[in-house]
């Protein structure tokens, strides 16, 4: 960050190498320029997902339900540390997590009138049992403990631009093609 408090985020080509930074807003508007992100998936013990409904200040995809955490790494800053970071900031707790994969996509907010370009690294932990969240209210409206069978039941009903972020669409789907490919 700047003296101003600004948040800056890594500019990336398509293979997520750094081609410079950009203030965080600003990377978001007009049509977005392509930077790094990271999503995080936590599951508790019985393999339920915890998501997140977005607190209706945020500045893009306000009050939609999406993966646990997510954000965007500081420059200089490595993905696992801002991950953990984040995980703290907005959920209050500390889970090991291992990055699974990494995929680019693209979306449009047009009620804020901005645009993610983002090459997202997916984190993946398991919450301990009995461990204590403590959501931050400026980032996080509720969360919820989410089955499969729920979220794709919830998906199925839900038209594009319903109840989920579409980061979270994409990674759901890219997870559920990796399930049917592994069942054959």
Known sequence: ????????VVLVDGSDRETGRM?????????GRRHRAFSILLFDVEGRWLLQRRAEGKYHFPGLWTNA??????????????????????LGVAVPLEE??????RAESPAEGLAEWE?????????PDGAALGPNPEEVAEVRFWTEREIEA???????????????????????????????
Not at 75 to 83: L, M, R, T
Not at 100 to 105: A, D
Not at 166 to 179: D, G, H, N, T, V
């Open 1 to 8: 960050m700047n003296e101003k408090n600004e948040e800056w």
């Open 23 to 31: 203030e965080k807003l600003e990377a978001h508007r007009d049509g």
């Open 69 to 90: 955490c997510c954000s965007h790494p500081r420059p200089g800053e490595p993905v696992a540390a801002a991950a953990a970071r984040r995980l703290r900031e907005e």
């Open 100 to 105: 699974r994969f990494v995929f680019e996509y």
């Open 119 to 127: 090459v997202d690294h997916v984190l993946v932990g398991t919450l």
């Open 154 to 184: 919830a998906m199925a009903a839900d038209p594009p631009s319903g109840a989920f972020t579409p980061w979270f669409s994409c990674i759901w789907k890219r997870l559920q093609a990796e399930k049917k490919e592994n069942a054959r």
